[in-house]
């Protein structure tokens, strides 16, 4: 990576990923890939998920959370980490810290899902709430980091990237010549790192996300060719409300061929039928890329898809459909 820079703002390349990889496989599971021949009827399309809710803490946000812990002791720095979450990466980024016997403070929503505050209490983080708003959870962190806590955002981040990136390594490896892959887009760690990591390994795969309409800030962005900061988010998918990163959008622009919306009842017959099929339930977030397939389905039809589940912690008793 280029010198001149900040870690935190270089974009990564696949040797990057790589090396995260390497750094992290003895904390990670490697999550299967599971595919079911009805589900792919009814699709349209040759389907294959990667889990990555059978992650630690449930969420692939475990592997940049890994990541960025494993490289502040590589560089020699000692201190208490601190970050803004909705939940999944406030988890992970606890559990990662306290296996590295730092402290975690983390600031949430006041809205978030009770499971998600619980989780991260659960892996060993202080939670300290704040309005539901972009602005807030970045003020709230900026007040913590000024006491003396190292910053580890969600996802706008080289060494959140790479560690998220890892997930497309192992499906590269476990699902042979993919046609598109697929992931949801939030922040933008999970598809930044995992279309870095695509174009690499997988050249001929076409790249897609998918996003909520109530929080569809990224193909806004790059509709207008520039990153837009403010969006009025309205959506089930809570772990998708953040707006994309300033770094992640540059590489969304760069690997991503395009961002597919899709509806709120879209994701909760999505994660219906992800449960029907496939006998797993699925926060809304993952539900996206299921959605984005059924509503777009001649883009995917006749095609081999890989899709990253991205998480599994929901609230089991507020479920959207019933089981």
Known sequence: MPMNRSPAEQI???????????????????????SEQLANNILGCELWLKCENLQRTGAFKFRGASNAIARLDES???????????????????????????????????????????????????????????????????????????????YDHADIICGQGTAMVE??????????????????????????????????????????LGAADTALSLEQGQRVDHYPVDTIADGLRAIVGVL??????????RVLTVSESGITDAMAFVWRHFRMLIEPSSAT????????????????????????????ENLPFKP
Request: aromatic residues 4%; contains cysteine.
């Open 76 to 154: 020699g720095t000692t201190g208490d980490v601190a970050t803004h979450s909705s939940g999944n990466h406030g988890a992970a980024l606890a559990l990662a810290a306290s296996t590295h016997n730092r402290r975690c403070r983390v600031v949430m929503p006041e809205n978030s899902i009770k499971t998600k505050v619980e989780a991260v209490r659960r892996n060993g983080g202080d939670v300290v709430f704040c309005k539901p708003t972009q602005q807030d959870r970045e003020k709230g962190l900026a007040e913590i980091v000024a006491g003396g806590c190292i910053p580890i955002p969600p």
């Open 12 to 34: 990564p390349n696949i040797a990057d990923i790589l090396a995260a990889e390497r750094r992290i496989g003895l904390n990670i599971r490697k999550t299967p890939v599971i």
């Open 289 to 316: 890329v299921i959605a984005a397939i059924i509503e777009h389905r001649k883009v995917f039809e006749g095609w081999k898809v890989g899709a990253i589940i991205s998480g599994g912690n929901l609230d089991l």
């Open 171 to 212: 499906f590269s490896d476990q699902c042979e010549n993919l046609d598109i892959v697929l992931t949801p887009v939030g922040g933008g760690g999970l598809i930044s790192g995992s279309a870095i990591a695509a174009r690499a390994l997988i050249p001929a795969a076409t790249v897609f996300g998918a996003e909520p």
């Open 248 to 257: 992640n959008f540059k590489i969304i622009q760069d690997n991503v061929d």
